[in-house]
């Protein structure tokens, strides 16, 4: 400790008010009335270390006409009920290692500057409900025991709860985070509700023992994270970071103008990602999830390698990259191709080096073997079959299917590959497929035709010519 404490005795942590040498907690009626008249509005309230029970904080806040200046409260142990409704501090508010032993209500107070927190312990409900902090707020390491409650509070430069623990009902409904909040570490023994928060949110590596609702209008993180429930998360306008989360229940995941990275996953439940706005999943790598439902999403740049059960995959309304048009003429078989525009995924571009699909084969990174390419051509090919199998736009599922076909081409690499190509696509692409048969048939027509004609000049019987007498 870095203050004088109490004579009263070894065991006395509050800090000493001078003269006396004692704190307020241990001072005779007399004095103690001298040190509070001595209080002003806006002046320094020290307590640190001092036993403060309801009616010491009562003649305080009234001492101070509920308009206190800098406050520091450290280690401070309030043993009746807190409230500071209508109390507005001037400064910033220290109460790092408080133990409030009944009721901690700041409900409607204001603090002008920062407020910390920090590895408080509350052993009652803890109430912030329409609180507004113009500064910074810190809750690290803090334990709340009862419920807790922080909804429509504002937080202008943004709240720290890092490695917090929330042993009963948390709500931040309705809160404004500033500059954000974050949550690195926290733990939820039951429901927590974050919804209709205005903010960014960081939940890495926290853990849900209950249901969670999520929601921001800034990054959303949950990196990490782990639910032992249902975790369901609406965001707007913003990034979502959910790579390694891990949900024992339902995942629920609202987009709206957003962009969501699950990759790493694990969705032991049944879980359901929809979008709308232009929203977008930008990676399902490694993710296992047995069922995982994508509506109305945009699919273009979300790479699949490693998904764990394609076929628990269910997809409508979906977009994904096109591929361009044209011809193309090589000495590779077959040597006249030409692309009609059909869906891909990512890993296909990636597989394939480029944008277009100009290539006949695989692009192999630098010091990859063929063998491996031709593997992720494989599972791809795998991959494109099962997810045609579950897709409710007959169009989408019909350019699975021919792109399952065409990496089953490149991951073989046999001289029937490319020469069936055109007639084992013919289940798949009936326009390229009829193309292919006319020109075939064109080919061998003029073939015959030609063959006739020469067979017919060269084998007609010579005749003599005639003589005129």
Not at 242 to 264: K, P, Q
Not at 378 to 387: R, V
Request: proline fraction near 4%; charge should be positive.
């Amino acid at each position: 400790m870095d203050w004088v404490t109490c004579a009263h005795s070894a065991a006395c942590t509050g800090i000493a008010r001078r003269p006396y040498n004692l704190c307020l907690a241990h001072l005779p009626p007399d004095q103690l009335a001298a040190a509070i008249g001595e209080m002003a509005p806006g002046r320094l309230l020290d307590l640190r270390g001092t036993v403060v029970g309801g009616d010491l904080l009562s003649r305080l806040i009234e001492a101070t006409g509920a308009r206190p200046g800098r406050a520091r409260l450290d280690r401070v142990r309030f043993t009746g009920d807190v409230r500071l409704s209508g109390v507005t501090f001037a400064g910033d508010v220290s109460l790092d290692g408080a133990v409030f032993e009944r009721l901690a209500s700041f409900f409607g107070a204001r603090f002008e500057g920062n407020l910390s927190l920090a590895d408080a312990r509350f052993s009652r409900e803890l109430s912030m409900h329409g609180v507004t902090v113009r500064g910074h707020v810190s809750l690290d390491r803090a334990v709340m025991a009862r419920d807790a409650l922080f909804s429509q509070a504002s937080f202008g430069r943004g709240l720290s709860c890092e490695r917090a623990r929330f042993d009963g009902y948390a709500t931040f409904d309705g809160a404004r985070l500033g500059d954000g909040a974050t949550f690195r570490g926290a733990r939820f023994g039951r429901t927590l509700s974050f919804r209709k928060v205005v903010g960014a949110a960081g939940f890495d590596a926290a853990h849900f023992a209950a249901n969670a609702y999520l929601s921001a209008t800034g990054r959303l993180s949950a990196a990490r994270a782990r639910s032992d429930a249902s975790l369901d998360v609406s965001v707007t306008g913003c990034g979502v970071d959910l790579r390694r989360l891990d949900v024992a229940g339902a995942t629920t995941l609202r987009l709206t103008g957003s962009h969501a990275d699950l990759e790493g996953a694990v969705l032991r439940g049944p879980a359901t990602v929809t979008g709308r706005g232009g929203a977008a999943l930008t990676s399902l790598r490694h993710v296992d999830a047995r069922s995982l439902a994508l509506y109305g999403l945009d699919l273009s740049a979300c790479r699949f390698a490693g998904l764990a059960h394609p076929a628990g995959v269910r997809l409508k309304d979906c977009r994904f990259a096109l591929t361009g048009r044209g011809v193309r003429v090589s000495m590779r078989r077959p040597m006249l191709r030409w692309f009609s525009r059909r869906s891909l995924l990512a890993d296909e571009r990636a597989l394939r080096g480029g944008p277009g699909l100009e290539e006949s084969g695989p692009s192999l990174p630098p010091g990859e073997p063929r063998d491996a390419a031709d593997l992720r051509a494989g599972w791809l090919a795998t991959l494109y079959a099962e997810l045609g199998r579950r897709v409710d736009d007959r169009g989408l599922s019909l350019d699975f299917a021919f792109a399952a076909t065409e990496m089953r081409r490149l991951a073989g690499h046999r001289w029937w590959g490319s020469a069936s190509w055109p007639l084992v696509t013919a289940g798949v692409r009936v326009g390229r497929a009829a193309g292919w048969l006319v020109l075939m048939t064109a080919i061998a027509a003029g073939a015959m035709l030609l063959s006739t004609a020469q067979h017919a000049a060269h084998g007609a019987p010579h005749q003599p010519p005639a003589v005129h007498h």
